[in-house]
């Protein structure tokens, strides 16, 4: 018998609970409900009466007229509710003028904007892009080198005019600074050695293939002593090394 007396009792307080819950719930929204058909009555009645009593109330807000009714029977939370969204009504409408008297254009922005010049315009009233002024261009023209077979002539018979040594080399190319060392500064040659970087004369490639024609060394350094290719870097260093250098 104790089971079923536990098991009936535990059914009668499930079914209270359930019972008061429901009845809660049910009177809170009756509740919302009054409240809501309430403010918006006197939302609608604000709204027909707003048009002739606006001689009588000046430039004043229709939301400063909105007031929350209160309960015969002194609902004192259905009051705060109704004044704080008052409030916040009010708030809002104060905060949408400050912003559109931000946004509109004062009379000195006015008179700053008058006393611009062509260099600026208007986009859409307010914002202002630079006008880039046009200037006449003077276009260069690129000196065009000369790679000619005549010109190349030429510039190589300058260059061996220079020097009895000419060492032909790129500033970049570790191979030509070696060479470079060896025959200016650990020799003592007069006249000094002229040098020649092919990565910076305007007609670097096309000396290059001269030599190449001329020497049959296609590559960096390439030293001539009086006219002929004595060969590269690694030359250099193995007459230096065996003293036959001076001799050349």
Request: hydrophobic share 35%; with cysteine.
């Amino acid at each position: 018998m104790a089971p079923r007396r536990n098991r009936l009792l535990f059914v009668l307080v499930l079914t209270a609970v359930g019972g008061i819950l429901y009845l809660t719930s049910s009177s809170r929204a009756v509740a919302t409900h009054d409240f809501y058909a309430r403010t918006r009555s006197r939302l609608e009645t604000d709204g027909k009466g707003g048009s002739g009593s606006s001689s009588g109330s000046g430039s004043g807000s229709s939301l400063d007229k909105i007031t929350p009714q209160r309960k015969a029977s002194g609902g004192g939370d259905d009051d705060e509710v109704a004044q704080a969204m008052s409030r916040r009504l009010m708030d809002a409408e104060v905060a949408a003028k400050e912003m559109a008297n931000k946004k509109a254009p004062t009379r000195e922005s006015i008179v700053k904007d008058s006393g611009k010049g062509a260099k600026d315009r208007n986009v859409a009233g307010r914002k202002k892009y630079p006008i880039e002024e046009e200037k006449g261009k003077v276009v260069k023209e690129e000196e065009k080198v000369d790679d000619s077979d005549e010109a190349v002539t030429v510039e190589m018979n300058s260059i061996l005019k220079m020097s009895p040594i000419i060492i032909f080399s790129k500033s970049y190319c570790g191979f030509s600074r070696k060479a470079k060392q060896i025959l200016l500064t650990k020799y003592l040659i007069t006249p000094t050695p002229y040098v020649v970087e092919l990565d910076k004369h305007p007609l670097g490639p096309a000396l290059q293939a001269r030599l190449a024609t001329m020497t049959g060394r296609k590559t960096v350094p390439n030293v001539l002593v009086k006219g002929k290719s004595i060969g590269g870097g690694d030359d250099v260093v193995a007459l230096d090394e065996m003293g036959e250098l001076g001799e050349k």
